[in-house]
């Protein structure tokens, strides 16, 4: 049987979208039947619109989007006025990261329990099936999809629910700024941060726990981590500053002298020198160190560096040298740097010079 015949061989009537007799219904059942596709029941949720079931879960719905907005509208207040910085001891930093991941994971929780909810409380009850067919679809059946279209937005309700269209413009809106604040982090020039450490001519040597380091600190075949004697030189504020500090044999130190290269020169203060810890792969910690062959060995992918010849890649995904930081000691005995790295530490970037 053709689409144009009725079930008893009769010629049917050519469907005409622009008869004023028609309903949006009739437009989308006819746009569905071209396609291939039958509606074979379609029942409204509720048979009276506005009845009181029908309000309940309209409320409910718009209830989640209003939880939606003020999840979403905290996180960006998080984002934005939350202290982030890290300090020792318990303090709210701490709760930065787990305040953002509830208060957007809230947002996005509650936005699939309204899709859902509306979804199965209150758009329609409809049972298609649909015929494959071939070839493009001609003129006239562009208007009776865009009536399709008109009317899925006519079964959503969200016109005659001026509740719930309020509740998704002001739920969804926040939700919609939280997604590009953090943009604004990559609007930064980042390039100065990357070309610069907190050494600078004259920053002591610190342990740790903050007392400055002397020669004797380290003894010969071994090496310590330091960071700047200055406020905070040992937290994430300067996580690009730590640095190891190596104290080689006597014939080790005279070969990394006669090997240093022209960036490097005086950068050697007797048998110490100081490199970069953090590696230039992947800016993981390259810190175990072997006395016996001089090679420091990052411990997430295995590069490893020649510390007698300027720390040179000599195995591992590293392609480059560790920097170095130059180094001697002040009139009080302390170790102190002489300059800032002279070449930026830690893994390549576009801009690197």
Sequence with gaps: MSDTETENGAAAPEFDPDD??????DLVR???????????????RFTRPGSKEEKRVVRFVALCFAIVGLAALAFIVA?????????????????????????LGLALLFIGIAIITWA??????EVSVERRHDGASPDI????TAATALSMVDELGIQRRPLLKGAVAL??????????????????????????????????????DG????????????QITVFPAIPEGNTNKYADSPTLLIHLREADAKRALSNALPINKGAQWNN???????????????????????????????????????????????TRRLPQLPITVDSDGYFVATSDYKVPIGPGFWERP
């Design 211 to 222: 007392t400055l380091v002397r020669p004797e600190d380290v003894s010969a075949g071994g």
């Design 141 to 144: 059946e562009r208007k009776l």
């Design 272 to 318: 110490y020198l100081a490199y970069s810890k953090i590696c230039t792969h992947a800016g993981c910690p390259a810190s175990l160190y072997e006395q016996q062959t001089n090679r420091l060995l990052c411990p997430c992918h295995q590069s490893q560096f020649d510390i007698t010849n300027n720390a040179r890649p000599i195995f591992g995904p590293a």
């Design 79 to 103: 984002y934005v006025a939350w202290p982030w910085h890290y300090k020792a001891g318990s303090n709210l930093n701490k709760f930065y990261t787990p305040v953002l991941g509830t208060t």
């Design 171 to 208: 739920g969804l809106a926040p939700v919609g700024i939280a997604a590009i604040m953090p943009l604004g982090a990559l609007i930064k020039n980042h390039k100065s941060d990357l070309l610069t450490t907190a050494w600078k001519k004259g920053v002591r040597l610190m342990h740790d």
């Design 120 to 125: 199965k409380k209150l758009l329609p009850e």
């Design 30 to 44: 006819e746009g569905a039947r071209r396609d291939g596709v039958e509606i074979v029941h379609y029942e409204p």
């Design 20 to 25: 004023p007799r028609n309903t949006r219904f």
